[in-house]
């Protein structure tokens, strides 16, 4: 089975803690060119904070997928496409590997598999909230972010890596090893991507580049460089 993030080249990741630029709406989010709409953040998540997101973004026509940081950021919704649950492969706890996972699954009556995958989240930035949260020990060379690849994929059957330098644009060198390790499963970046260049750079090396924050701080249109960088590259 595969999914449509097979023909992505760009995300753009909304966080419902944090708010567009002034004067900016989720239609001009919906307008950046980007291929998909991925809704999540760690730190400051609610329900409500996410359902708010997910109703706006909804009203477009662009794939959306809800992306979790705790079961109770799983709101049930018509409007969106799916469910992508990460899975923290370097996590300090094992919370964030099967713990959440199993507290969810027991809580929930009405979980939709048929729209929920996962992501196997390699965490690389020590400075950001997702490591902090997840206890990540993100001391990895490059020949350990690829076995967490090869293991992510041919042990666990993962369908997404995802290569995480939140907050920071990440060793392109190390995104190369998780690459090569691959064989089918596709490769997410996201971290620190601000301008075409950077996009251009990690689109190299991945199959899919993640943007979030910039849409907070800067904008749609400097988002817009990002997706021309990742089209480019692939
Ligand atoms: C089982 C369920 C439903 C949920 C658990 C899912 C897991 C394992 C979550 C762990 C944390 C994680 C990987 C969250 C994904 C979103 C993410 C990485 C957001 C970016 O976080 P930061 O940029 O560090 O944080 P802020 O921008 O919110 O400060
Ligand atoms: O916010 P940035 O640094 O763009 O990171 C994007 C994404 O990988 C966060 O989960
Ligand atoms: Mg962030």
Known sequence: M???WTEWDHILKIDPDK?????E???DVAATGTDAIEVGGTTGMTEEKMERVVEACGKYDIPMYIEPSNPSSVVH??????????IVMNAGDVTWTTGAHKEWVRLDDDIDWSRTWTEAYIVLNPEASVATYTGANCEQDADDVAAYAEVAEQMFGQEIVYVEYSGTLGDPSKVRAASEALEEATLF??????DYDSAHQMAQEADVVIVGDLVH??????????VEGARDAN
């Open 2 to 4: 595969s999914g449509p």
């Open 19 to 23: 708010s567009l630029v002034d004067g």
């Open 25 to 27: 709406t989720f239609e």
């Open 77 to 86: 919704s018509d409007v969106h496409d799916g469910y992508l649950v990460p």
């Open 189 to 194: 970046y996201g971290g620190g991507i601000h």
């Open 217 to 226: 701080d800067e904008g749609v249109e400097a988002v817009r460089e990002t």
